[in-house]
């Protein structure tokens, strides 16, 4: 198991130094890089700014940039990998090429995703107009490319926007699928799926601090949107710590130290009042990132599940990452905790499934044993009642011949032997959608769908035929056929009396021991 776990781990820190390096690939554009920018207007006015520059804000405001480029012979494209803004406008040789964001509000918000813009051929000066709510800045230097370049935007943009939107819609269906799931459990098992449902639930949301908008409203709306996203990180944590806990039906103090921790935290940014200090705040409590993740990691190598072991290495790595990059302001590198968040619900999720499907199975199981005939492998009198009955076709009710005297004279045993038989070869001569059902004793009714009277005829003299040739005893039955109506009570209750009415026609005595030999 030790093999399998340190297999896990393994393939987890390859899955996350293959994203990692896809990203950094996705940056390392070959072009024209703009290293420095001479500041026109702003919190620094007539002074330059290197090509990479980041500034948290106490209060928004805007900046004027400018850069002078070879004039450009071919119209090429300004490539952004990651901006830090509420609002930017693209100008080329004063001409406006592009913008993202309202230009009254200013309260967008892109800091993930990277920007495009094309320059026309001629282009000589660039300026950049940008402002910012709590923080504002160019994180990767801006690099004029051609066509050939464009792969590196495209998968980027791929990485940071359609697959963040892909994880998003992916936990969003967990949480819902787990609070559904619930609804056809009992106790521990029941809440903690609606626990790991609504955890599910939060991370979506808390992953849409990431997604770009082009306006979030006013001031005082992008602040509480923003409080909703960053307490959502630590919501969804506090309660799938609630739903581990329960499913394993106990819950350490350490459990208990997890939850109102992370409960406290996401309280907290409810208490500041400004977008500046929501941003102070985001940044010194990002290091619990990494113990909520490493909590879980241990949570899942106790479960010794090797794909929850993986998903968990892999979200802790993503969390180191991040935090690191965060804490020592490494503004050049993207953020990969996304990644990570999707594989920490998805594996807790995974298990839940499992459970669920053992459970599901265990049940279908019960449900079988419930409605079968122990003794032969026939469905019992029960299945009548439980299972779907065909809307047509034809009932054969049969009664083996002298049964009783075949128990009397050569024991249960031999009794239960031709039981088994019978079963056997009906089954054999019926369909998969037919029904083999044991009244009780010797008594056992076929119901055959879409089977009309003759045909069914056909396939109880063929039965009878090879049940007389299955045993040295040569046993036999008589049986009676009604059609299928919509009365099943009634049908059956028919063919009885068609079989009594063979059964009294015939005769004969049950072969001695002795002619048997």
């Known amino acids: 198991m030790c093999i399998k776990l340190v297999r896990a781990v393994l393939l987890a820190f390859l899955a996350f130094l293959s994203i990692h390096l896809l990203m950094i690939t996705s940056l390392k554009a070959k072009g024209y890089k703009i290293d420095e920018w001479n500041v026109l207007e702003g919190v620094r006015a007539d002074k330059t700014l290197p090509g990479s520059f980041h500034m948290i804000l106490e209060k928004p405001r805007g900046i004027h940039v400018e850069a002078y480029v070879p004039e450009l012979k071919d119209d090429e494209y300004l490539y952004f990998p990651q901006v830090d803004t509420s609002h930017i406008e693209v100008y080329a040789n004063g001409k406006l090429v592009g913008s993202f964001g309202s230009p009254f509000r200013k309260t967008a918000r892109i800091w993930y995703q990277p920007l495009i813009y094309l320059i026309p051929k001629g282009t000589s000066r660039i300026d950049l107009k940008i402002f910012g709510v709590s923080e504002l800045g160019i994180d990767i230097p801006a690099t004029l490319i051609d066509e050939r370049e464009l792969w590196r935007f495209e998968i980027l943009d791929f990485l940071t926007l359609k697959l963040l939107l892909i994880g998003i819609g992916m936990v969003l269906s967990v949480g819902i699928m787990m609070l559904l799931i619930s609804r056809k459990l009992v106790d521990f098992q029941r809440m903690s799926h609606v626990y790991i449902g609504i955890a599910?639930?939060?991370?979506?949301?808390?992953?849409?601090?990431?997604?770009?908008?082009?306006?979030?409203?006013?001031?005082?709306?992008?602040?509480?949107?923003?409080?909703?996203?960053?307490?959502?990180?630590?919501?969804?944590?506090?309660?799938?710590?609630?739903?581990?806990?329960?499913?394993?039906?106990?819950?350490?103090?350490?459990?208990?130290?997890?939850?109102?921790?992370?409960?406290?935290?996401?309280?907290?940014?409810?208490?500041?009042?400004?977008?500046?200090?929501?941003?102070?705040?985001?940044?010194?409590?990002?290091?619990?990132?990494?113990?909520?993740?490493?909590?879980?990691?241990?949570?899942?190598?106790?479960?010794?599940?090797?794909?929850?072991?993986?998903?968990?290495?892999?979200?802790?790595?993503?969390?180191?990452?991040?935090?690191?990059?965060?804490?020592?302001?490494?503004?050049?590198?993207?953020?990969?905790?996304?990644?990570?968040?999707?594989?920490?619900?998805?594996?807790?999720?995974?298990?839940?499934?499992?459970?669920?499907?053992?459970?599901?199975?265990?049940?279908?199981?019960?449900?079988?044993?419930?409605?079968?005939?122990?003794?032969?492998?026939?469905?019992?009198?029960?299945?009548?009642?439980?299972?779907?009955?065909?809307?047509?076709?034809?009932?054969?009710?049969?009664?083996?011949?002298?049964?009783?005297?075949?128990?009397d004279r050569y024991g249960h045993d031999v009794g239960d032997r031709i039981l088994k038989e019978f079963v056997e070869v009906a089954k054999k001569n019926t369909r998969n959608d037919d029904l083999v059902v044991r009244l009780g004793g010797d008594e056992f009714l076929i119901i055959l769908k879409d089977c009309e009277i003759e045909k069914a005829r056909e396939i109880v003299s063929r039965i009878k035929e090879e049940f007389e040739k299955s045993d040295e005893l040569r046993p036999s039955f008589s049986y009676g056929i009604s059609e299928i109506g919509k009365d099943i009570k009634f049908a059956i209750s028919l063919a009885d009396r068609n079989m009594y009415e063979m059964k009294n026609q015939k005769g004969g005595t049950i072969p001695s021991e002795d002619s048997q030999l």
């Open 200 to 407: 599910s639930l939060f991370a979506a949301v808390c992953m849409m601090d990431m997604i770009p908008f082009w306006s979030m409203g006013s001031l005082l709306a992008m602040l509480l949107l923003r409080k909703v996203f960053l307490s959502s990180l630590y919501f969804g944590p506090a309660f799938l710590t609630l739903g581990i806990s329960e499913f394993s039906g106990k819950r350490s103090v350490f459990d208990k130290i997890m939850f109102y921790a992370n409960t406290l935290i996401a309280a907290a940014f409810w208490m500041v009042p400004t977008h500046h200090s929501l941003k102070i705040l985001t940044k010194d409590i990002s290091p619990w990132m990494v113990v909520n993740v490493a909590y879980f990691l241990s949570k899942s190598i106790k479960i010794r599940n090797e794909i929850m072991v993986s998903m968990m290495s892999f979200s802790f790595l993503t969390a180191v990452h991040d935090v690191l990059s965060l804490v020592f302001n490494m503004n050049n590198m993207k953020f990969l905790s996304a990644f990570g968040i999707v594989t920490v619900f998805l594996g807790f999720s995974y298990i839940m499934i499992i459970g669920y499907e053992d459970l599901l199975h265990r049940y279908k199981r019960s449900r079988v044993e419930n409605i079968t005939d122990h003794l032969t492998g026939a469905l019992n009198r029960k299945a009548l009642d439980v299972l779907e009955i065909p809307k047509s076709g034809a009932v054969v009710f049969i009664d083996l011949d002298k049964f009783k005297e075949i128990n």
